[in-house]
């Protein structure tokens, strides 16, 4: 089984500012299996980003993956105010699927 | 418009048995998986297991197979998590997600139902 280790645990930016998180692969993992999702407090999770970096319908720009190999980044560009929420990594290239521990991106 | 639409929360006592569904539109459910995805309280996802609505092939995860049991009926698109005997532990949010075929994400996911096992 495939695990997923994200980093940092928390990450404190103002809005504007440039996010970039970490998902780490315990082996070398497809590009086209890994998945980023963003979960708000008290929602479902939603999917932004998938085939390491295809983003989902109606996802906006600023939202963009990139990574190969054992290790996989989604970057956000301008932080806006709704971007502040737990995001998670996920590999799915087999029926077991796999998600990292999250990123909470706080204020 | 694809739609999963959860049961409600539920309060239960440990020991006791509980199903749980997951009812799909706006997609063909016979040719799609159903997942399933435990949350416990401020932590974070766990997944479950999956089922294929039109034959009902159900994979587990190791955590969590002889846990729990996947269901589903292709005739109300509907997929059941059930649990015989709940555990204080069992309590979290469980989702469920479409998974469409071909080796895809977990793109929909339902609103989440509430499960809080207590004495």
């Known amino acids: 089984e495939i695990v997923l280790t994200q980093s940092p645990g928390t990450l404190s930016l103002s809005p504007g500012e440039r996010a970039t998180l970490s998902c780490g692969a315990s082996?070398?993992?497809?590009?086209?299996?890994l998945a980023w999702y963003q979960q708000r407090p008290g929602q479902a999770p939603r999917l932004l980003v998938y085939d390491t970096s295809s983003r989902a319908t109606g996802i906006p720009d600023r939202f963009s993956g990139s990574g190969s190999g054992t290790d996989f980044t989604l970057t956000i560009s301008r932080l806006e105010p709704e971007d502040f929420a737990v995001y998670y990594c996920q590999h799915y290239g087999s029926s077991i699927l796999t998600f990292g521990g999250g990123t909470k991106l706080e204020i | 418009e694809v739609q999963l639409v959860q049961s409600g929360a539920e309060v239960k006592k440990p020991g006791e048995s509980l199903k749980i569904s997951c009812k799909g539109s706006g997609f063909p459910f016979a040719n799609t998986w159903i997942g399933w995805v435990r949350q416990k309280p401020g932590k974070g996802l766990e997944w479950m297991g999956i089922i294929f609505g039109g034959d009902s092939d159900t994979r587990y995860s190791p955590s969590f197979q002889g846990q729990v049991t996947i269901s589903a009926d292709k005739s109300i698109n509907t997929a059941y998590l059930q649990w015989s005997s709940l555990k204080a532990s069992d309590t979290a949010m469980y989702y469920c997600?479409?998974?469409?075929?071909?080796?895809?994400?977990?793109?929909?996911w339902g609103q989440g139902t509430l499960v809080t096992v207590s004495s």
């Open positions: 997600a479409r998974r469409s075929i071909g080796g895809r994400p977990t793109d929909y």
């Open positions: 082996q070398t993992i497809s590009r086209t299996y």
